[in-house]
């Protein structure tokens, strides 16, 4: 059986069919781990959700940013409605189904066998193995429950921005979203620097990437995430970045991580969006 981990696809449908093709993947035998992102600003949003929940178990998907933003569109919060690539989602006859589906996926994966935790963006310096999984698990709680609406109408915000286990209600869940489905930066004491978007380098003064902190409790862990375009494939401080960029026509990586060392195989993208309309 060989497992690999898919970077961010965002409905690049063709493109990661291609893919699959290209490394003949076989759901009878293989698995495939999504990084989470598998919708919205790609044209084939509807055909990926479909692809990956008929997957059933050779499919292992954690929530991104954009997954959750779908679901908050579907929930009523209207923010950020100008989605035009989720339209046909919307639309679907099948919508609940998957948006059902997609709300019962982890925030986490871990898999002990292989030794890697699968996230979608970052982890803040302070919170070690077991802070990250048990966080993530008090988010799935609220997203399958009859809470989840209320969630989804207050998740926007990037408040607060440091980490205290003191926190509680909206303001613990906000941040635990935040580091799991939106970090890249942070700054010497481990406060969020969501504002920071571009490639290690461009980031003001005393900010630094989550993975390269000093004190990062996590740093024994091996780590797989998405989420940042800019940094493309990478792998140090014992992480691997698998999003690549395929949206913006750079690559989609495969990373197989049944093997060691974990081999990468990539496929390049024609791009189908110009990220300076999202700047």
């Known amino acids: 059986m060989a497992v690999y981990a898919v970077g961010d696809i965002q409905g690049c449908y063709d ?22 992102d598998l919708v919205n600003r790609g044209p084939k949003s509807l055909e990926v959700l479909r692809f990956v929940r008929g997957l059933g ?29 989720l339209t046909a989602v919307m639309a679907a006859p099948d919508r609940e189904e998957l948006l059902d589906w997609l709300r019962l996926r982890p925030l986490i994966h871990r898999d002990p066998d292989l030794d890697f935790l699968m ?33 989804f109408m207050h ?16 303001e613990r869940l906000r941040f635990i979203t935040n580091c799991l489905t939106r970090l890249r930066f942070c700054d010497r ?13 461009s980031q003001a003064a005393g900010r630094l990437p989550w993975f ?12 797989l995430f998405g989420h940042w375009s800019t940094l493309g494939f990478r792998t140090a401080h014992n992480v691997w970045a698998l999003d690549s960029g395929c949206l913006w026509g750079g690559a989609l990586t495969l990373l197989r991580i049944d093997q060691t060392p974990p081999h990468p195989y990539t496929m390049p993208c024609a791009g189908q969006q110009d990220p300076r309309h999202f700047v």
Request: charged share 25%; net charge negative.
């Open 57 to 85: 178990a050779a499919a292992v998907c954690v929530l991104g940013n954009h997954d959750l933003h779908l679901l908050a569109l579907a929930a009523g919060n209207t923010r950020h409605q100008n989605e035009p690539s």
């Open 15 to 36: 493109e990661l069919r291609r893919a699959l093709d290209a490394i003949r993947f076989d759901p009878v035998s293989d698995c495939l781990w999504f990084v989470g």
């Open 189 to 201: 004491d481990g406060r969020l620097e969501l504002k920071e978007k571009g490639p290690p380098g």
């Open 212 to 223: 390269e902190h000093p004190q990062r409790a996590t740093q024994d862990m091996r780590i």
């Open 119 to 151: 996230l979608h963006a970052g982890l803040p310096p302070q919170w070690d193995p077991a802070t990250a999984i048990g966080c993530a698990q008090e988010l799935e709680q609220v997203l399958r429950s009859t809470d989840s609406q209320t969630f």
């Open 155 to 170: 998740m926007y915000g990037d408040r607060p921005d440091l980490w205290d286990p003191a926190l509680t209600g909206m």
